[in-house]
């Protein structure tokens, strides 16, 4: 269930406070990354405590423990709501802060172009000096010729051109 700000304020003490508004989106941004991990282990601090006191309260509820103060406590509802808001601060904090780890794990553009312009280089330096144009080190390549074959028989070619002309012969003496 979610816990209204008015019932945040009255349940955390003010510098508990200041440490939950920093965990909202807008605030988030700006810590640097040291700020980030201080405000973590402090919210983890408090949210250990605030554990730690609603767990004696269940157990002075119970009978189970001597009481703290002069009389067992009676209710810890507040004391389990105040884990619960800072749990969920914690939650916020961790998600930036794995945010921020996904977003510094994707290599820029500038950082692959060296990596690559690295392994070339490391990889030329392993081959021997190539010339620039085409040798018979190792023999000439056949180049394949691009004409098609043709299959027709050239006496053919020529039997078909004289039918033709003999008939048109014909057909203009014809006229």
Not at 155 to 175: I, L, P, S, T
Request: a positive charge.
């Amino acid at each position: 269930m979610a816990i209204s700000k008015t019932e945040e304020a009255r349940l955390l003490a003010q510098d508990e406070r200041d440490f939950v508004a920093i965990t909202r989106a807008g605030a988030l941004k700006g810590l640097s990354d040291r700020e980030l991990s201080d405000v973590i282990s402090l919210v983890r601090e408090r949210r250990k405590r605030a554990r730690d006191i609603a767990s004696r309260q269940r157990r002075e509820m119970r009978g189970k423990a001597q009481p703290a103060g002069t009389k067992p406590a009676a209710r810890n509802d507040g004391t389990t709501r105040k884990a619960e808001v800072l749990s969920s601060a914690l939650k916020r904090l961790n998600n930036e802060r794995a945010r921020r780890a996904a977003a510094a794990a994707v290599p820029t553009q500038v950082q692959l172009a060296r990596k690559a312009l690295r392994k070339k280089r490391a990889s030329e330096a392993l081959l021997p000096k190539a010339p620039k144009y085409r040798t018979a080190g190792k023999g000439m390549r056949n180049i394949e010729n691009e004409k098609t074959r043709d299959l027709t028989h050239p006496m053919e070619v020529g039997r078909v051109n004289k039918f033709v002309a003999v008939a048109q012969a014909k057909r203009d003496a014809r006229d």
